[in-house]
T-cell receptor, first 113, second 115 residues
Framework: KQEVTQIPAALSVPEGENLVLNCSFTDSAIYNLQWFRQDPGKGLTSLLL?????REQTSGRLNASLDKSSGRSTLYIAASQPGDSATYLC????????????FGQGTILTVHP | GAGVSQSPRYKVAKRGQDVALRCDPISGHVSLFWYQQALGQGPEFLTYFQNEAQLDKSGLPSDRFFAERPEGSVSTLKIQRTQQEDSAVYLCASSLGRIRSYGYTFGSGTRLTVV
């Protein structure tokens, strides 16, 4: 059974710092990995989707890498801003053709001014 | 519509009451998923539809949970005889294709509180 772990569980940083969120998964037979953002009381917003054949994806200040063989992904956020404060969730799709997602528990990020 | 719409946003149910949660996916999206998110946890898979066919219901926690998508668009998740452990946020997601290559768009969820 696929298990996804995110480290750290919570992170508090001053504005402007570069930071890294970590995600690991136990079964490397995945089809893709997706990073989501969740604001309090809201649904999930997709940030980056990395296919299994890819090594990384970038969108603005966000960069996500994938090392499928070692079961790891990192989300790098450059020049963090208070508006980045949210819960960040990592999810992997595998085991089925339609991409059922297995999520980690999330990293709660607080960026203070 | 432009996004995945879920209703109601909030639902308070007395223990033993039946509830129905609605999901309107993005028009034309073939795949539809339901997830359950307990407080402080990541979402967990409940069930999957490809058009009107329910292809995977392995995540439904008990036979009190039932989902349908009769015309391949709107979906309803029904919970019978609600229990306190059913309290959670129920998220719906849709995807354009049948296969895993496509990303997912999530709705804002329905927060169910059973008292």
């Amino acid at each position: 059974k696929q298990e996804v772990t995110q480290i750290p569980a919570a992170l508090s940083v001053p504005e402007g710092e570069n930071l890294v969120l970590n995600c690991s998964f136990t079964d490397s037979a995945i089809y893709n990995l997706q990073w989501f953002r969740q604001d309090p009381g809201k649904g999930l917003t997709s940030l980056l989707l990395i296919q299994s054949s890819q090594r990384e994806q970038t969108s603005g200040r966000l960069n996500a890498s994938l090392d499928k063989s070692s079961g790891r992904s990192t989300l790098y956020i450059a020049a963090s801003q208070p508006g980045d404060s949210a819960t960040y969730l990592c999810a992997v799709a595998g085991g089925t053709s339609y991409g059922k997602l297995t999520f980690g528990q999330g990293t709660i990020l607080t960026v203070h001014p | 519509g432009a996004g995945v719409s879920q209703s109601p946003r909030y639902k308070v149910a007395k223990r033993g009451q039946d509830v129905a949660l609605r999901c309107d996916p993005i028009s034309g999206h073939v795949s539809l998923f339901w997830y359950q998110q307990a407080l402080g946890q990541g979402p967990e898979f409940l069930t999957y539809f490809q058009n009107e066919a329910q292809l995977d219901k392995s995540g439904l926690p008990s036979d009190r949970f039932f989902a349908e998508r009769p015309e391949g668009s709107v979906s309803t998740l029904k919970i019978q005889r609600t229990q306190q452990e059913d309290s959670a946020v129920y998220l719906c997601a849709s995807s354009l294709g049948r296969i895993r290559s496509y990303g997912y768009t999530f709705g804002s969820g329905t927060r169910l509180t059973v008292v």
